[in-house]
């Protein structure tokens, strides 16, 4: 593959994997204004994200087999030109229900997600792989920072209405580096529907991609447990302010910045296995630190804080070699592996989302958000651990 064109198709799956994010959190400052403009209460406004989290883990669910029977390229192609329609009807929407619907419709964008990772595996061998996984996982990571920010200003400048345009615009783009520069990489199977189904059911009947996935998902929930539970404790506990637990909350999120630039550089040298083990390894080491810090009568936001950073940096170094171990199992099924294993990290995160809100409920101390997030790391270490030792992808 020439130079210009590896750094075309890198540009192209870092928007297909940025995209999305940047589609769930871009406007959420604006919430408030879409409220008072539809005549609706704030809460019902915030559940369009949640809404919105749904359907990308069905599109998730069902675009893996269709992208393997039918290939990336005609899947990415029509699912752009959904977002783009969809983009500009929330854009043009006159009324609340318009606005979900069309607001739910911009999940098939999840679809360059899911598919991003597939064409990885179908490209690259393991190792380089999970290298350029880590570098998409940067691009994962920056969107949740940089996406309110520029949401805001740009609505400041032009109305919320503003950022579904933007929307639409990247939608374009995309399509048209997708259509231009991307090859297909899917293998097209000639199998009947019948035979592609019994394939489907044997990728989900297998032990190793169930464990690799819930590695994958508790990992990221450790994410979910800290962004929902740290806003309660900062606030009962700590009585830090809105600005203070704006800036707690991106602690976890550069810790994962950090942590997929690590794997970028390293997953090139080292085995998926070893590469996983050292994320969950960290992530551990950081949950100690803060449950030490807390017994030794150290409470406080640093004390919660540095130890979080430490599990975001080990789920940066976990994520996209557990990534690709899920979509290496079956090479010819890549894309529904990828589909399936992204919609139960959504669907793990939101139940530990919820179970996380009812414990700090009840408790809202720094203890039990502690005790959370270790339940989830230690227990995908234990898994790990398992894996290391009777399956070894290199």
């Known amino acids: 593959m020439p130079q210009t064109t590896s750094k075309t198709l890198l540009f192209t799956l870092i ?31 915030a559940l369009t994200l949640s809404a919105y989290l749904l ?13 393997d029977r039918f290939g990336r390229k005609p899947v990415l192609l029509i699912s752009l030109t959904l977002f783009f329609l969809a983009s500009c009807g929330v854009a043009s929407a006159n009324s609340f229900d318009s606005f979900l ?6 999940g098939s964008i999840a679809t360059g997600l899911a598919l991003s990772r597939a064409i990885v595996s179908d490209i690259f061998p393991p190792k380089q792989g999970a290298s350029m996984l880590g570098y998409l996982a940067m691009a994962m990571s920056l969107a949740p920072i940089l996406g309110p920010s520029i949401g805001g200003g740009l609505a400041e400048i032009s109305g919320w209405r503003s950022n579904f345009w933007l929307y639409s615009l990247l939608g374009v783009g995309l399509w048209i580096l997708i259509w231009k520069y991307l090859p297909e990489t899917g293998q097209k199977p000639q199998s009947t529907l019948k035979e592609f189904i019994n394939s489907y059911i044997s990728l ?3 032990p190793d991609f169930w464990a690799y996935t819930l590695i994958l998902s508790l990992g990221i ?3 979910f447990c800290f962004i929902t539970g740290i806003p309660r404790v900062a606030n009962v506990q700590f009585s830090m302010d809105q ?27 080292y085995s998926l296995d070893k590469m996983i083990i050292s994320g969950r390894l960290i992530a551990c080491f950081g949950i100690l630190i803060c449950a030490f810090l807390f017994f030794l009568g150290f409470m406080s936001p640093q004390s ?13 170094l976990t994520s996209p070699s557990a990534n690709l171990a899920v979509i290496s199992l079956r090479k ?39 005790l959370v997030m270790g339940f989830v790391t230690f227990t995908s270490l234990l898994i790990a651990i398992h894996q290391s030792f009777f399956r070894k992808i290199k």
């Open 15 to 45: 928007l297909m994997t940025a995209l999305p994010l940047l589609a769930a959190n871009m406007f959420l400052a604006s919430l408030e204004d879409i409220a008072t403009e539809f005549k609706v209460g704030y809460d019902i406004v």
């Open 55 to 67: 359907f990308t883990a069905i599109v998730q669910l069902i675009v893996g087999p269709i992208a």
């Open 101 to 106: 619907i069309f607001r739910i419709l911009q």
């Open 204 to 206: 989900v009947s297998m």
């Open 221 to 223: 929930s450790a994410f």
């Open 243 to 269: 600005t203070e637990i704006g800036l707690s909350i991106g602690t976890i999120t550069c810790g994962f910045l950090f942590g997929s630039f690590l794997s970028g550089r390293l997953a090139s040298k």
């Open 304 to 316: 919660l804080l540095g130890g979080t950073l430490l599990v975001g940096t080990g789920n940066g």
């Open 332 to 370: 010819e099924l890549s894309a529904s592996a990828s589909g399936l294993s992204g919609a139960l990290v959504v669907l793990i995160g939101a139940i530990m989302t919820m179970i996380t809100g009812m414990i700090l409920n009840i408790y809202p101390h720094a203890y039990a958000l502690v």
